[in-house]
């Protein structure tokens, strides 16, 4: 299935495209810009140029249906022409990128919203949202850009605003740490992805996608196998995926609306994108698929098993994102029709999420920022609203029948035992038990929260439910949640066609669609009922001793422990060394011969003598050597 | 007999003789303006002089012409660097006639009186400065414009002369420390004479060599006309020696008024015993004379005599280089340390003297301009900074200037920093140039001796920064005077050209390299 891949030029309302991007960042650099002069009208400048974008997307959404191809692109002005290389600013609307421009305002405008609530009593909210707008340029770049070049800058771009945001509470020591490791360990994906560009500057000559999904196929399967991986590691890097998870779970010491746009809904799914936006590299060769899906499987895996052994309800919250995603990995990994379904389920886990982050915000709110789960309970009598929506939200990941992650995530574990052979078993199986597993974990979660006994620290009286500018954006992500698997009904799947690849005709699995659906059920529902009776009665206050797995879940697998060891010693180890090389060495080299050059001047000085006679005897000798040499060089004396 | 008078094209040469009637004038207002009236008469005229000068070269851009009987030449070359002396010696009239940092100005009524003696306290208590001063610098400046466009060598020594004989008596005028700016004077005078007779040496070999060529059968050459020399250099294998030797006294009659080493001696003494105002016009248009006489000389005489020449001039580039950037790391007197740096200067202005290419010129004459306009905006801020005893140039003495007027340590920072060639500012383009011009003609011995000096003179600049900023002002911090008109538009010129040239240096760059054609 050799075609050639060419975008139409965009014409009409779709020209101005660019609009996307250039609102939100007009509006941070205003409210940057005017600082604290900008406090009173801030956050309804920064919710509105969201709101306008949403509004946008929807107008460019539609017109896109009398595209020839469904796509349009828009070169706005040359960026880097430095001898054969050439990256143009340049902007590609398609299905694919539309599905992620409305997410992201859509749902970025709800949390906008909620944001203007959460955020009054903060002193820098006018801050917070020139941060949260310069995000929104960011992403919507990253999404937009017609080239990797274009990708990276957006992929950078998320990555500032995301450090900014988790370190926003900057006077807190854990968020400032925590705004450093997600730096540093996102760093470590970016490199990936920029050697990763080299390699299609080296190889292809050109970044932008139609030619380097055209070259493809003509490189030799090392090349793009290396391509990929390097790929991958970002991917990882910025989707809190095996082996660069760590970050994302102390991602959570930012503001809970930053929680649920950037590191639930938009940003860490930026790996998702770019392995879907990426398919043709990572369809032209079968060990890269695999690589994919094991790192998907594994950290779905790695999720649950650590959301099950957390007490602090974002963590739970943020290790359930880490496993979510790696189901989309694991979709994106199996190729083919799988990557319309990894999609679909991170639209549906788009809203559920931010839903239930939100939630979490709410509570929080009524409970002086309390975020330990035991120290919850009785809470569904004083927050209803928050209550039900958060129900709507668990509902949904779990996979109860009617709700969104019912429709969406079960597709893709069929499709995990649709691949050949034993892997067939091996991957479907992880799929099954982690739905399993986060039935588990978050029906923990949920009873602890809401139902059972009150085990409310002394200080809390009178927990209350949030105001309606928070309740309002909870409700409508509760219907996104509840009605969102619809999309799986809709022609979305097709429509995701050609930016995705054909689904040409599925083998059949190796059990039957039935049998693993009613596995599935079956397994979600023991997950309920066996964490609805542990924990209907509460649990204790401080944490337990307990056994091997449940201490290795707390220390999240010893992922940290690891990197300390592995990368953190030596790396300190090697600074110290070097310091030292620098101090003893290099600086004293440099210092030695500073001091040579100023004895030196200091001896020379004393020829300058102030008298007239010896400047003469100087003048004198300096001509006779010159006439001397001179002559010398004439008679061919020194040549 | 009749008498062939030599064809003259006087509009070639109308701005050299505006400037010499500039300076007869001058002496005429010395002579019947009234005293109270001389000063403002004197330097309206010099100004008005000037800028008349500026505007006729300019309307004679195109000329290129040799004339009055071959003794100048009007081209390229000659009037970029006629332009260039004009502009940075209208810079230099400004801060000589700023009079409202001292009473009286910085110069002293009559140079001759006894220090110390009752009569000369008096007039360090009341008398105005001299005003010859004003014909003075005229005079000193016409004859560095008949300097860089001499087309025989005969010619060339009376320019020398007409230039350094005012140059001599003005660095005696300072009003203050008398002793020290006679003494300078007269280290001046004496050293100057000196190498003027090198110079003089020289050229009557060189004439003996000319004379024993053959320039047609049965006549000889016998010449020191530039033409007449190429001609035979080119021609004749014999007697080179007498070539040989006269170009080496040449050379060192020039390259003492470049401040070259090892004839730069005199240069730290004499620049900081001149008024400052007087240091900042010879560091600034004497450079550009002397260069522009001496590319003269190398490639419209010399040219043939390339290969020959190169390796001991380089020698002396680097020696230049090397005692100018050395030397400056452990001065301890501002205009000392100006000195030294303005001899490291001419190091560079030396390398790409010896580029040998067209560029070479063009980036040479580049170089002068631009480092013109920052020295003497150096020089502007040396003026202001002053105590009870007038200018404080002692480093120690601007220990925490930066806490006591930002503004003036800020333009004082950028002025360092040019001199240091960091890129926007106009030393990094012009090094920039001259070095990439060497490189173009292969002498990359010298850019790497170039680029290595750049870094060891990098510390005495960045060492005053650190202690203007750095440090805490301590009971002696002079103040920093509120500069007049004058000065204030000396400094603005300066820094503004310094930063518009290392921002956008294509237009002068252009003009430099349109210009960097000689006539023969």
Known sequence: ?639 | MTIKFPDIDYAAIAPLLIMFGVAALGVLVEAFVPKRARHLTQLVLALAGLVAALVVLVTQAETRVVTAGGAIAVDGPALFLQGSIIVLAIMAVLLIGERSLEKGGPFVAQAAITVGSEDDRRQAARADGATEVYPLATFAIFGMMLFVSANDLLTMFIALEVLSLPLYLMCALARRRRLVSQEAALKYFMLGAYASAFFLFGVALVYGFTASVQAAPGRMAGGVDFATIHAAATQSPANRALLFGGLAMIAIGLLFKAAAAPFHVWTPDVYQGAPTAVTGFMAACTKVAAFGALLRVLYVAFDGARWDFTPVLGAIAILTMLVGAVLSVTQTDLKRLLAYSSIANAGYLLVGVLAGVREGISSTMFYLVAYGFTVIAAFAVVTLVRDADGEATHLSRWAGLGRRSPVFAGVFTFILLAFAGIPLTSGFISKFAVFGAALDGGQTWLVIAGVITSMVLAFPYLRVVVMMWLSEPGESTPTIAVPGALTAAALVIGVAATLVLGVAPAPLLNLSDTAGQFIR
Request: with cysteine; aromatic share 12%; net charge neutral.
């Open chain 1, 1 to 639: 299935m050799e075609q050639t891949i060419e975008y139409a030029h965009a014409t009409g309302v779709l020209g101005s495209v660019w609009l996307l991007i250039a609102i939100p960042l007009v509006s941070s650099a205003v409210i940057l810009l005017l600082g604290r002069r900008s406090a009173k009208f801030a956050h309804w400048l920064g919710t509105a140029a969201i709101g306008a974008g949403f509004v946008l997307t929807l107008i460019y959404f539609f017109s896109l249906r009398d595209q020839p191809n469904r796509a349009v692109e828009r070169n706005l002005w040359e960026f880097i022409s430095v001898g054969n290389l050439k990256v143009d600013i340049g902007l590609l609307f398609d299905p694919l990128s539309a599905v992620f421009c409305l997410l992201i305002t859509g749902v970025g405008f709800l949390i906008h919203l909620y944001a203007v609530g959460y955020m009054a009593h903060d002193e820098r909210r006018h801050t917070f949202f020139g941060y949260f707008n310069l995000f929104a340029a960011a992403m919507l770049l990253l999404v937009l850009g017609n080239n990797y070049v274009m990708l990276y800058l957006g992929w950078e771009g998320v990555g500032l605003a995301s450090y900014l945001l988790i370190s926003f509470w900057y006077t807190r020591p854990s968020a400032a740490t925590a705004g450093k490791k997600a730096f540093l360990m996102n760093r470590v994906g970016d490199a990936g992805l920029v050697i990763a560009i080299f390699t299609m500057f080296a190889y292809l000559g050109s970044t932008n996608y139609a030619d380097v999904f055209n070259g493809v196929g003509g490189l030799s399967s090392t090349v793009v196998l290396l391509m990929g991986l390097l790929l991958l590691l970002g991917a990882t890097g910025k989707s809190g995926q095996f082996p660069l998870q760590a970050w994302l779970p102390d991602a959570m010491e930012g503001p809970t609306p930053v929680s649920a746009l950037i590191h639930a809904a938009t940003m860490v799914t930026a790996g998702v994108y770019l392995i879907a936006r990426s398919n043709a590299i990572f369809s032209a060769n079968e060990v890269l698929q695999t690589v994919v899906v094991s790192v998907g499987a594994l950290t779905l895996l790695i999720g649950c098993i650590i959301g099950a052994a957390k007490d602090d309800i974002k963590r739970v919250l943020a290790w359930s994102t880490v496993s979510q995603i790696g189901y989309m990995f694991l979709g994106v990994g199996l190729g083919g029709g799988a990557y319309a379904l990894a999609i679909i389920h991170l639209l549906a886990h788009g809203f559920f999420k931010a839903n239930m982050f939100l939630g979490a915000g709410s509570v929080m709110h009524g409970m002086k920022d309390q975020v330990d789960i035991r120290r919850f309970g009785g809470l569904w009598k004083l927050m209803p609203w928050t209550f039900g929506t958060f129900t709507a939200g668990w509902l949904a990941i779990v996979g109860f029948p009617g709700f969104s992650g019912f429709f969406t995530k079960e597709p893709i574990i069929v499709a995990a035992f649709e691949r050949e052979g034993w892997t067939a078993w091996l991957y479907g199986w992880a799929a099954l038990l982690g739905a399993g597993l986060t039935a588990f974990y978050m029906t923990r979660l949920w009873v602890l929260t809401f139902l059972g006994p009150k085990r409310w620290t002394e200080d809390i009286e009178h927990p209350h439910e949030s105001p309606p500018i928070m309740v309002g954006p909870l409700v409508l992500l509760a219907i996104g949640s509840a009605i969102a698997g619809g999309l799986m009904a809709s022609p979305v799947a097709k429509w995701l066609e050609p930016p995705l690849p054909h689904e040409a005709g599925h083998p059949e699995p190796v059990m039957s669609h039935g049998v693993i659906t009613t596995l599935s059920l079956v397994l979600t529902f023991a997950g309920i009922g066996l964490a609805y009776l542990l924990f209907r009665r509460g649990t204790a206050l401080v944490e337990q001793p307990a056994g091997v797995v449940v201490t290795a879940a707390r220390r999240n697998l010893y992922a940290d422990a690891f990197n300390e060891i592995v990368f953190e010693k030596p790396g300190i180890f090697l600074t110290r060394a070097l310091v030292f090389l620098d101090n003893r060495g290099i600086d004293g080299a440099v210092n030695g011969l500073a001091a040579a050059v100023g004895g030196g001047s200091g001896r020379l000085r004393r020829l300058q003598t102030g008298f007239v006679r010896s400047y003469a005897m100087s003048m004198m000798a300096g001509a006779l050597v010159v006439v001397a040499a001179f002559v010398a060089v004439q008679m061919g004396w020194l040549s």
